[in-house]
């Protein structure tokens, strides 16, 4: 019931912000219509763990920081790398383990390559645990392949590594 609760107030608080009128009749609509799609969405199963991980909200909260600076990172190296006339790359396809066990965890960690930029997640093997990643660089692939990422992933996803 939380989480159908904290689906329904997401809703209703996304419907004030791009609503931008305050009326009484408006914004009690909205609150209507809010609490229906959340009764729905309970109703087909949109509001199960996957669909809306509000326990993963505090350890997210600690993740998508580091995550928004691995992405500035990359993007200056990525920049460099574009802006340099000898175009310094060496593209590398290879296997990454995944240490993630839920679909959230896996989804993170996958998205989570390809929004860095230089390096994209390719496809996911989870019958070996694994990605297949491409990197512009040996640095980038490298850097996934040091496991920060994963570690942090599963730290996201509730495991203690």
Do not use: C
């Not at 949109?46 to 505090?58: A, C, K, N, Q, S």
């Not at 920081?65 to 790359?89: F, N």
């Not at 093997?125 to 990643?133: A, I, K, M, P, T």
């Amino acid at each position: 019931m939380l989480r159908t609760a904290s689906v329904a107030l997401f809703l209703f608080a996304f419907w004030l912000l791009l609503s931008g009128h305050y009326t009484v009749w408006l914004v009690t609509a909205g609150a209507v219509v809010s609490v229906t799609l959340a009764l729905l969405g309970r109703r087909f199963g949109f509001t199960d763990e996957e669909g809306h991980p509000i326990d993963r909200i505090p350890l997210a909260i600690a993740y998508w920081p580091w995550l928004a600076r691995e992405i500035v990172k990359s993007a200056i190296g990525v920049t460099r790398i574009i802006l340099d006339p000898k175009l310094p790359i060496s593209p590398q396809l290879f296997h990454t383990k995944v240490s993630a066990r839920t679909p959230v965890g896996v989804a993170t960690y996958a998205n989570s390559i390809t929004l860095t930029p230089g390096t994209i997640t390719v496809a996911i093997d989870r019958e070996h645990d694994r990605f297949l990643v491409h990197s512009l660089t040996k640095a980038g692939a490298d850097d996934v392949e040091a496991g920060e990422m994963d570690r942090r992933v599963a730290r996201f996803e509730g495991k203690d590594t």
